[in-house]
């Protein structure tokens, strides 16, 4: 089967994608990257610092140390080492219906598309490509925590587990039938950023579990969603983001990254 991965680059993604290429070793894969706008260190907002961390940070200074080394470091691999462990090609592309995203998607003609934490949203031009259609792993739970940064309106409702949702892409945002869902506890000693690596695993394991089917043609089961218990959650406001902070939760820590960035080993 030719499976499309689009995914956007950075630290987050790179855990789940370490879990996913590996078991598709048997498959014709390519990986779209798409480079999200840069976080803010500086700023006084914690959500723009902890998107430093996982985006610029990560790649910009973590991953390109490594990169020169003739050989992984660690248990977990680069984008760069992963390409060359399983021989699969990475294109950077800054747009997905048109331009060069689609101009990959055309040249592969994937039959399956999966999307892991890409910020593009796929119009039909990309839709009627793959015969198996697309797939999405969301990091909550569908119709309720649609949209942007869903595990974090999940803890503000003072959800107690977080919600990992495999489900199909249609034409609408976070819309289309769910195939399957996983929970994770939420942890308050741990930071937003560490829930969100076990999350996409949890979102790439339901993935593996249906991919034999796929392979075989077979669409899975999946339920349509009750669109009148539909929340559709946008960038998360200066108000929403003092309140997350203020209910003791913490956006990202040294630990929680010293602990993911450790997994890669050291240059």
């Known amino acids: 089967m030719r499976i499309l991965v689009c995914a956007q680059r950075d630290l987050v993604v790179c ?3 370490n879990r996913l290429l590996p078991e598709l070793d048997g498959h014709t894969v390519e990986v779209a990257l798409q480079s999200p706008p840069p976080g803010d260190l500086s700023s006084g907002c914690p959500l723009e610092r902890q998107r430093w961390f996982e985006r610029d940070l990560a790649c910009q200074e973590v991953f390109p140390r490594l990169d020169r080394l003739p050989h992984p470091a660690g248990e977990l691999l680069t984008f760069h080492h992963l390409s060359r462990r399983h021989g699969i090609r990475f294109h950077d592309v800054e747009r997905v219906n048109t331009g060069d995203g689609y101009a990959v998607a055309r040249a592969f003609q ?3 598309i999966l999307s892991v934490r890409f910020g593009l949203i796929f119009k039909e031009s990309i839709l009627s490509i793959p015969s198996l259609g697309v797939l999405n792993v969301h990091p909550g739970a569908l119709p309720r925590y649609a949209g942007i940064a869903a595990p974090m309106h999940a803890i503000l409702a003072g959800e107690p587990k977080l919600t990992s949702t495999l ?4 034409r609408g945002i976070d819309t289309g039938p769910v195939i399957a869902s996983d929970e994770l506890p939420v942890d308050r000693t741990r930071s937003l950023f560490w829930h969100l690596l076990p999350l996409y695993v949890l979102g790439i394991e339901r993935f593996l579990q249906v991919l034999p089917g796929l392979a075989e043609g077979r669409i899975p089961p999946a339920e349509p969603q009750d669109r009148t218990q539909r929340q559709y959650h946008s ?6 983001i003092n309140a997350f902070e203020q209910r003791g939760f913490r956006f990202i820590d040294e630990r929680d990254y010293e602990e993911a960035v450790a997994r890669f080993g050291s240059a």
């Open 15 to 17: 855990v789940a994608l």
């Open 167 to 170: 489900h199909v892409i249609d």
């Open 110 to 112: 994937p039959d399956l």
């Open 235 to 240: 960038e998360p406001t200066a108000q929403e």
